[in-house]
């Protein structure tokens, strides 16, 4: 099982990135793709998830509006399309995948079994 995060970089307050995560060696279709953040110093947090073969997506209170997940399921590729971006936002992002990610706790890390090496955004002000 491999999750390849990518997209990352440095970008002005405002300004818009998009976050890739390719996955292989399971059933993508099976699986929900989440995207966490960790911020120097704090917790990592939950900050989108995609499930049900992209029918189902669910978001941080602190990204609705802004961010966008989508998925290629031809490409098994997640992406989190990040708008109007604040340097609150900086952090190392992380896709994860879980098999029975759930509605009321899909913000949690345990939910997931399998991590990628996260990607850094960086958002300048």
């Known amino acids: 099982v491999q999750l390849q995060a990518s997209g990352g970089g440095l970008v002005q307050a405002g300004g818009s990135l998009r976050l890739s995560c390719a996955a292989s060696g399971f059933t993508f279709d099976d699986y929900a793709i989440g995207w966490f953040r960790q911020a120097p110093g704090k917790e990592r947090e939950g900050v989108s998830c995609?499930?049900?073969?992209?029918?189902?997506?669910y978001y941080a209170d602190s990204v609705k509006g802004r961010f966008t997940i989508s998925n290629d399921n031809a490409k098994k590729t997640v992406y989190l399309q990040m708008n109007s971006l604040k340097p609150e936002d900086t952090a190392v992002y992380y896709c994860?995948?879980?098999?029975?990610?759930?509605?009321?706790?899909?913000?949690?890390?345990?939910?997931?079994?399998?991590w990628g090496q996260g990607t850094q955004v960086t958002v300048s002000s």
């Open positions: 994860a995948a879980g098999r029975f990610v759930r509605r009321s706790t899909w913000y949690f890390q345990g939910e997931y079994a399998y």
């Open positions: 995609i499930r049900s073969g992209g029918r189902i997506t």
